[in-house]
C-alpha cells in the first residue's frame, strides 16, 4: 500500500472529517474516510497518535467486588448502552488527572487509588483514530449526576452475577463489553 495524501473535509466542535487518499499494491487508487480529534492532519505520520486524546476508567470498588459501568445515551446509536466512564484528556492534564476528572464529572465518585495502566490503544480503528490510555483503580463515594448537561449518564456498581446476566440482555460499548465479560469470569 502506499499513502498518497489526506484531505480534511469537515472541521466540527469536537472531530474532524478527513479522506485519506491511498494506493493498493495492485495500482487500485482508494479513499478512506474517516474521524479524528486532531484539527490538522496533513501527512501520514501526523494521522498516528503520539499521546492520547482520551482516557477510560476501569474501577472497582474498595472491595474489588463490584464493577463500575455507566449506562448512556449515546445518539451515535439512538439507544442506552453500558459503557466504562471515560472522557477528553484537556491540554496540560495526563491521563491520571484526567481519569480523576472525569470520573468525579461523570459519576460523583472519587479516584482513591490508581492500580494500573494500559498503554495507548486506539478507540474504533475502523472510522477513526481516536487513541486513549486505561487507568485500573479503584474508586468510592456517592454518585451524583453529570455536571455537563450534553450527558445523560447513569452510573452503577455491579456484581459479578449481575454483569454476566447484563452481557446478554443490553448492550454494551466492545471494550466494556470485553473487560466486563474477563471480569466477571475471575
Known amino acids: 500500500m502506499e499513502f498518497l495524501e489526506v484531505k480534511k473535509l469537515h472541521e466540527g466542535k469536537f ?3 478527513y479522506d485519506a487518499q491511498y494506493r493498493l499494491n495492485d495500482g487500485t487508487d482508494k479513499k478512506y474516510e474517516f474521524i479524528s480529534r486532531k484539527k490538522n492532519i496533513e ?11 482520551a482516557v477510560v476508567i476501569i474501577a472497582t470498588d474498595e472491595s474489588g467486588e463490584h ?3 455507566n ?8 439507544e442506552w448502552v453500558y459503557n466504562l466512564p471515560a472522557g477528553i484528556i484537556e491540554p496540560g492534564e ?3 488527572s484526567a481519569a ?4 468525579k464529572e461523570e459519576t460523583g465518585l472519587d479516584l482513591c487509588e490508581i492500580e494500573d495502566h494500559l498503554p495507548l490503544s ?3 480503528v475502523g472510522f477513526s483514530n481516536e487513541s486513549n490510555v486505561c487507568v485500573i483503580g479503584k474508586a468510592r463515594g456517592e454518585f451524583a449526576k453529570s455536571t455537563s448537561a450534553e450527558e ?3 452510573p452503577g456498581w455491579y456484581d459479578k452475577k449481575q454483569i454476566k446476566q447484563m452481557l446478554n440482555e443490553h448492550r454494551f460499548t466492545a471494550r466494556c463489553q470485553a473487560w466486563c465479560y474477563l471480569w466477571s469470569r475471575e
Open 43 to 53: 501527512t501520514l505520520k501526523d494521522m498516528h497518535a503520539d499521546s492520547p486524546d
Open 15 to 17: 472531530i474532524s472529517r
Open 152 to 154: 445523560e449518564i447513569v
Open 94 to 96: 495526563d491521563p491520571d
Open 71 to 78: 449506562r448512556e445515551y449515546r445518539m451515535a446509536v439512538g
Open 122 to 124: 486506539y478507540s474504533a
Open 100 to 103: 480523576v476528572r472525569e470520573l
Open 67 to 69: 464493577i463500575l459501568v
